[in-house]
């Protein structure tokens, strides 16, 4: 147990993380922006893709790190 939760704190992990997160949080930061500008509604879409951004970014977080856990035990 206690190895597994070490190599969840493996450098390669964290940046995964940090990339997945950044890019899906800007991603939708963007969309939201952009329909702003297309609807005239300043901050509504700015505001829905912050929030919709978050349960997208866990998702795609969990799989990431999954598929490299799994990488990582057949490695070994």
């Known amino acids: ?4 939760i070490m ?5 390669r992990q964290r940046a995964i ?3 997945t997160t950044s890019l899906s949080i ?3 930061l963007l969309l939201g922006y952009g329909f702003d500008e297309i609807v005239g509604t300043r901050p509504i ?3 829905i893709g912050l929030v ?4 997208v970014t866990q998702m795609l977080v ?3 790190m999954k598929k490299q856990i799994d990488k990582e035990q057949a490695a070994e």
């Not at 147990?1 to 597994?4: D, F, K, S």
């Not at 190599?7 to 450098?11: E, G, K, L, P, Q």
């Open 62 to 64: 969990v799989r990431r």
């Open 7 to 11: 190599r969840i704190f493996t450098w």
């Open 1 to 4: 147990m206690i190895g597994l």
């Open 52 to 55: 919709v951004s978050y349960p």
């Open 17 to 19: 993380v940090f990339v």
């Open 26 to 28: 800007g991603t939708f």
């Open 45 to 47: 879409g700015f505001v």
